[in-house]
């Protein structure tokens, strides 16, 4: 028999798949579920790799509205399928989402962009074929997003396996929109943040330690769009792996406003 529907839905980053999200949903006391997005884990196959039309491949689960997070790329994949799907959610938490990464007319591109080109090389190079253990050595010296450390040092052998398994069950051909901003086309975020009807919350990283929001843009949003901004200062753009409380809390809200 199946469980109770889920009270909220988790949607991933880029290059990553739904078991970024085990260790935070641990700490709900709620049922909540995890999804690979397209092209990442079990998801679809759906090359070429739009965000409008991945938010269209999520089917979210019969039963009441739940609350949607969504990390980077999952964030914005959240906010198109909001946008998309009006009652469908109750309400939105967004962390640290690259809203305005797609704009053509941005000036200038950021570090993230060159290591899109970089692993997008290495994935059609030197790690062709590469499995789950090859990945799993790979990595283990990769930056883990926090300061210095490295992911071993900093996560352990268990994280090293994931980001192991969710490199080889990655479709490279994602990076390809990522690379030449296809992957935005129709996405407008000023438009479907300034349309939803529901709460929304922004969990904005630090611009100094990597976030992908620019300060700018998050005093943009804070100062033209009726939502809650949550600046966390100190961490970049993954900061539910070590800072979960800041990121639950929106959520714990979310889940007991009637």
Known sequence: MAGPPPEVVFLHAVTRDRSDFDELRAKLDVPTLALDLPGHGDGPRTAPYVITEMARTIRLPDGPP???????????????LAAQ?????????????????FDPNREGKRAFYRGFVKLKEQMEG???GY??????AE???????????????MFGPEAVRRRGHQLATFDSRVLDGLIDLSI???FDPMAFLSALDVPVTLIAGDPEHS??????????IDTELDIEVVQIRGEGHFVHEVLPEPCLAPVRALITTP
């Open 211 to 220: 976030s992908v929001l620019a300060a700018e843009e998050v005093r943009r």
């Open 131 to 136: 499995d789950e253990a090859a990945w799993a």
């Open 66 to 80: 739940p609350v949607l997070y969504g990390h980077s790329l999952g964030g914005c994949v959240a906010l198109a």
């Open 126 to 128: 030197p790690f062709a």
């Open 85 to 101: 799907r009006p009652g469908a959610i109750r309400g939105l938490v967004l962390e640290d989402p690259p809203l305005f990464a």
């Open 184 to 186: 935005g086309a129709g």
């Open 139 to 153: 990595v283990a010296g990769w930056g883990s997003g926090h300061g210095k450390a490295r992911l071993l040092e």
